[in-house]
Protein backbone atom coordinates (compact mmCIF):
# COMPACT_ATOMS: atom_id res chain seq x y z
CA UNK A 1 0.00 0.00 0.00
CA UNK A 2 1.29 3.75 -1.04
CA UNK A 3 -0.41 5.36 1.32
CA UNK A 4 -1.22 5.36 5.05
CA UNK A 5 -4.49 3.34 6.08
CA UNK A 6 -7.96 5.51 6.41
CA UNK A 7 -11.15 4.89 9.03
CA UNK A 8 -13.71 6.95 9.18
CA UNK A 9 -16.16 6.23 11.91
CA UNK A 10 -19.64 5.81 11.94
CA UNK A 11 -21.95 9.41 12.37
CA UNK A 12 -25.92 9.24 12.54
CA UNK A 13 -25.64 11.33 9.08
CA UNK A 14 -23.42 13.34 6.79
CA UNK A 15 -22.60 15.86 8.84
CA UNK A 16 -22.50 14.16 12.51
CA UNK A 17 -18.45 14.67 13.12
CA UNK A 18 -19.06 13.98 16.86
CA UNK A 19 -16.65 11.03 16.59
CA UNK A 20 -13.27 12.12 14.83
CA UNK A 21 -14.43 15.47 16.99
CA UNK A 22 -14.18 13.08 20.81
CA UNK A 23 -10.77 11.37 18.61
CA UNK A 24 -9.13 15.16 18.50
CA UNK A 25 -10.07 15.90 22.31
CA UNK A 26 -8.71 12.86 23.32
CA UNK A 27 -11.69 11.09 25.29
CA UNK A 28 -12.36 8.36 22.07
CA UNK A 29 -9.12 6.26 21.92
CA UNK A 30 -10.65 3.21 21.11
CA UNK A 31 -13.14 1.75 18.33
CA UNK A 32 -15.26 -1.80 17.87
CA UNK A 33 -16.26 -3.27 14.91
CA UNK A 34 -17.85 -7.18 14.02
CA UNK A 35 -14.84 -9.49 13.50
CA UNK A 36 -16.30 -10.11 9.94
CA UNK A 37 -16.43 -6.06 9.31
CA UNK A 38 -13.03 -5.24 10.52
CA UNK A 39 -11.59 -7.00 8.30
CA UNK A 40 -12.44 -6.25 5.13
CA UNK A 41 -12.25 -2.39 3.61
CA UNK A 42 -15.56 -0.68 3.65
CA UNK A 43 -14.59 1.84 0.77
CA UNK A 44 -11.53 3.98 -0.05
CA UNK A 45 -12.13 6.06 3.11
CA UNK A 46 -11.98 2.95 5.87
CA UNK A 47 -9.24 -0.01 4.66
CA UNK A 48 -10.25 -2.48 8.09
CA UNK A 49 -7.52 -4.73 9.36
CA UNK A 50 -5.95 -2.05 11.39
CA UNK A 51 -2.78 -3.45 13.45
CA UNK A 52 -0.48 -2.22 16.28
CA UNK A 53 1.68 0.56 14.58
CA UNK A 54 -0.24 1.17 11.76
CA UNK A 55 -0.77 4.60 11.41
CA UNK A 56 -4.39 5.94 10.21
CA UNK A 57 -5.74 8.64 8.53
CA UNK A 58 -9.06 9.49 10.24
CA UNK A 59 -11.74 10.88 8.11
CA UNK A 60 -14.85 12.37 8.64
CA UNK A 61 -18.53 11.39 6.77
CA UNK A 62 -17.75 13.81 3.86
CA UNK A 63 -14.74 12.19 3.17
CA UNK A 64 -12.68 15.42 4.83
CA UNK A 65 -8.89 14.11 7.02
CA UNK A 66 -9.56 15.29 10.25
CA UNK A 67 -6.66 13.95 12.31
CA UNK A 68 -4.26 11.31 12.37
CA UNK A 69 -4.04 8.29 14.39
CA UNK A 70 -1.54 5.08 15.96
CA UNK A 71 -3.17 1.69 16.27
CA UNK A 72 -1.96 0.70 20.08
CA UNK A 73 -3.51 -2.87 20.17
CA UNK A 74 -6.25 -4.78 18.76
CA UNK A 75 -8.20 -7.78 20.34
CA UNK A 76 -11.60 -9.57 20.51
CA UNK A 77 -14.20 -9.37 23.31
CA UNK A 78 -17.11 -11.10 23.97
CA UNK A 79 -20.49 -8.49 23.80
CA UNK A 80 -21.29 -9.54 27.23
CA UNK A 81 -18.37 -8.55 29.12
CA UNK A 82 -16.97 -5.61 27.68
CA UNK A 83 -13.67 -4.43 29.55
CA UNK A 84 -13.47 -1.21 31.43
CA UNK A 85 -10.90 -0.13 29.15
CA UNK A 86 -12.78 -0.72 25.92
CA UNK A 87 -16.33 1.20 27.24
CA UNK A 88 -14.22 4.11 28.75
CA UNK A 89 -11.89 4.23 25.63
CA UNK A 90 -15.61 4.24 23.47
CA UNK A 91 -16.77 7.30 26.13
CA UNK A 92 -19.07 5.58 27.68
CA UNK A 93 -20.01 5.42 31.37
CA UNK A 94 -20.41 1.54 31.72
CA UNK A 95 -20.76 -1.38 30.10
CA UNK A 96 -24.18 -1.76 29.52
CA UNK A 97 -23.94 2.22 28.05
CA UNK A 98 -21.53 0.52 25.40
CA UNK A 99 -23.73 -2.38 24.65
CA UNK A 100 -26.89 -0.55 24.57
CA UNK A 101 -25.66 2.13 22.07
CA UNK A 102 -23.92 -0.74 20.04
CA UNK A 103 -27.66 -2.50 19.57
CA UNK A 104 -28.90 0.91 18.82
CA UNK A 105 -26.23 0.96 15.88
CA UNK A 106 -26.45 -2.15 14.55
CA UNK A 107 -30.36 -3.40 14.63
CA UNK A 108 -29.28 -5.91 11.96
CA UNK A 109 -27.53 -7.90 14.45
CA UNK A 110 -27.95 -10.50 17.31
CA UNK A 111 -25.69 -8.89 19.80
CA UNK A 112 -25.68 -12.15 22.44
CA UNK A 113 -23.33 -11.68 25.07
CA UNK A 114 -21.00 -14.30 22.94
CA UNK A 115 -20.79 -12.27 20.14
CA UNK A 116 -17.07 -10.87 19.01
CA UNK A 117 -16.21 -7.85 17.86
CA UNK A 118 -12.64 -6.51 17.92
CA UNK A 119 -11.53 -3.48 19.41
CA UNK A 120 -8.93 -1.37 17.94
CA UNK A 121 -7.25 0.80 20.83
CA UNK A 122 -5.13 4.09 19.58
CA UNK A 123 -3.69 7.27 20.19
CA UNK A 124 -4.23 10.43 18.52
CA UNK A 125 -0.81 11.88 16.71
CA UNK A 126 -1.83 14.85 14.94
CA UNK A 127 -4.74 16.77 14.38
CA UNK A 128 -5.14 18.49 10.69
CA UNK A 129 -8.35 19.82 10.80
CA UNK A 130 -10.57 20.24 13.98
CA UNK A 131 -13.24 22.93 12.55
CA UNK A 132 -14.15 23.02 8.75
CA UNK A 133 -16.41 25.02 7.52
CA UNK A 134 -18.66 23.67 4.61
Known amino acids: MNRRKRLTFWGADENDDSLPRSVMDG ?13 KPYNEYCDGSYEPGDVIEVYDLKQRLRCIIRATKVYTIEFGNIPEEVWRGE ?3 NAEEFRQCHIRCMPHLDLHDRFQLVTLHFELVEIVARDIAD
Open 27 to 39: RKTVTADTVEDYY
Open 91 to 93: TFS
